[in-house]
């Protein structure tokens, strides 16, 4: 929807679902494991103001809710769609967050030269969990935080044969990871004795810069060489602590 004509604009757009996995439950606690569930809202702002001509503006945010169902079922006969494990040693709830802010920046500086600037940064947070009745407690989170930018000039002419691309790009990927995980000894014939099974925090990230360059050149109507390269720097690093 238009806010200033020719200049600001605005749109707001979602959507939803929720659906069952077509399984029966042996135990009609545990039929939260067959629900599905996911939704979005984004909203974005186009700005071309008139005191810049060839500037372009686009300005997205997002957030994203992502719960799937746990489609396992039991055999032998698989077809039945039947859950009858009520050990749950596998199954387990993963609840996810995305949030995504992004800049999109684009400057016409003549008809044949233009800059353009993408800035984004992506925040994930996850949790995962198991049923009550589970053999293996489970309690993990995981989040992550995204970086980048990436910046381009570019040139293409209709009365020239070359056109081609330079452009730079930096990043910095997070990922922390908190687990706490603990075995019940029901099965083992020790009923009531939870027993430690993994503690770890762990926490990892990435670091890379780099440029690239693209020339094309129009040898004939239907002939164009190529050529282009990239260079690209990274750095990896990772830390792991816990009692277990």
């Not at 407690?137 to 995204?146: P, V, Y």
């Not at 056109?163 to 990922?175: C, E, Y």
């Amino acid at each position: 929807a238009p806010i200033i004509a020719d200049q600001l604009a605005f749109r707001l757009s979602g959507q939803a679902w929720k659906s069952t996995k077509d399984i029966d439950y042996v135990d009609p606690a545990l039929a939260d494991l067959g629900k599905d569930e996911f939704n979005e809202i984004r909203g974005k702002l186009l700005f071309t103001p008139e005191a810049l001509p060839g500037f372009t503006g686009l300005f997205t945010v997002s957030r994203t809710h992502d719960k799937p169902a746990w489609g396992l079922v039991s055999g032998p006969d698989f077809f039945a769609r039947r859950f009858a494990d009520t050990d749950l040693t596998t199954a387990e709830f993963r609840d996810t967050y995305v949030n995504r802010y992004i800049a999109d920046l684009t400057y016409e500086i003549t008809p044949d030269w233009t800059v353009k600037s993408v800035t984004s940064f992506v925040d994930t947070d996850m949790t995962i969990t198991t049923p009550d009745s589970s053999l293996l407690i489970r309690d993990d989170s995981r989040e992550g935080k995204d970086f980048s930018h990436d910046m381009r000039l570019t040139y293409e002419s209709a009365d020239s044969p070359f056109s081609g691309v330079f452009g730079i790009f930096a990043g910095r990927f997070t990922s922390d990871l908190n687990s706490d995980m603990q075995l019940k000894l029901d099965g083992f014939g020790m009923p009531g004795v939870v027993i430690p099974y993994q503690m770890l925090d762990a926490k990892n990230k990435t670091e890379s810069v780099g440029a690239y360059a693209d020339a094309r050149y129009k040898v004939a109507e239907r002939w164009t060489a190529k050529a282009g390269g990239r260079l690209l720097r990274f750095q990896l690093g990772a830390r792991f602590g816990g009692p277990l």
